[in-house]
């Protein structure tokens, strides 16, 4: 999607490994977030962002921290990866509050 | 903790019918309700929005209605098409400090030719 890159898009790890996720825009937006995507579950808000160094959590955030040292880029790392955290990964971004702007996703098969 | 509740999960209908899906919410500080198309392999887009202060909102050939009594929004697609062959959201925003997004768990839809 214009404006907004996931890397990377297809990840296998090991159970145990840490793995980081990076989100990039270009639009120049205040918002930030981290969904996963799991089949019956809809869409589930990891963490968010909503300026420089300032993220917080969401729904299902037990597992997974985030940083966002620049306004383009907004990182989502597993500390230590379970079979559980198998799940496409969706970052949106937002600036007028009236809509969401989703990357293509990164899928993550954790082993 | 699923405060956005979507029927059906799976919908079928043939070509020109008129699939609806349906949103329920629980949390009366949500202000407004989006729906999101997604496609295999591709993140959700906004497809049509609605404020609780409007009943329905037309665009194309999708429809929101709203029952904000009720707590209920639907989508309806006239005159599907094979092409909207894909997965369904429904979301309602909070009112925090990020204006964060509830979703639905999603409905997919196939339309037969």
């Known amino acids: 999607d214009a404006g907004i890159t996931q890397s990377p898009r297809h990840k296998v790890t090991e159970t145990g490994t840490p793995v980081t996720l990076r989100c990039h825009q270009t639009?120049?937006?205040?918002?930030m977030y981290w969904y996963r995507q799991d089949p019956g579950h809809g869409l589930r808000l990891i963490h968010y962002?909503?300026?420089?160094?300032?993220?917080d959590k969401g729904e299902v955030s037990d597992g997974y921290s985030v940083s966002r040292s620049k306004t383009e880029d907004f990182l989502l790392t597993l500390e230590s990866a379970t079979s559980s955290q198998t799940s496409v990964y969706f970052c949106?971004?937002?600036?007028?509050?009236?809509?969401?702007?989703f990357g293509s996703g990164t899928r993550l098969t954790v082993v | 903790q699923q405060q956005v509740k979507q029927s059906p999960q799976s919908l079928i209908v043939q070509k020109g019918g008129i699939p609806i899906i349906n949103c329920a919410y629980e949390?009366?500080?949500?202000?407004?309700f989006p729906w999101y198309q997604q496609f295999p392999g591709k993140g959700p887009a906004l497809l049509i929005a609605?404020?609780?202060?409007?009943s329905e909102k037309k665009e194309g050939r999708f429809t929101i209605s709203f029952n904000k009594s009720a707590k209920q929004f639907s989508l309806h697609i006239m005159d599907s098409q094979p092409g909207d062959s894909a997965t369904y959201f429904c979301?309602?925003?909070?009112?925090?400090?990020?204006?964060?997004?509830?979703f639905g768990s999603g409905t997919q839809l196939t339309v037969l030719p």
């Open positions: 979301a309602a925003r909070g009112t925090g400090s990020a204006r964060q997004l509830t």
């Open positions: 949390n009366t500080a949500f202000d407004y």
């Open positions: 639009e120049n937006h205040r918002y």
């Open positions: 949106a971004i937002s600036d007028s509050f009236y809509g969401y702007t």
């Open positions: 609605i404020r609780p202060d409007v």
């Open positions: 962002s909503y300026g420089v160094k300032d993220t």
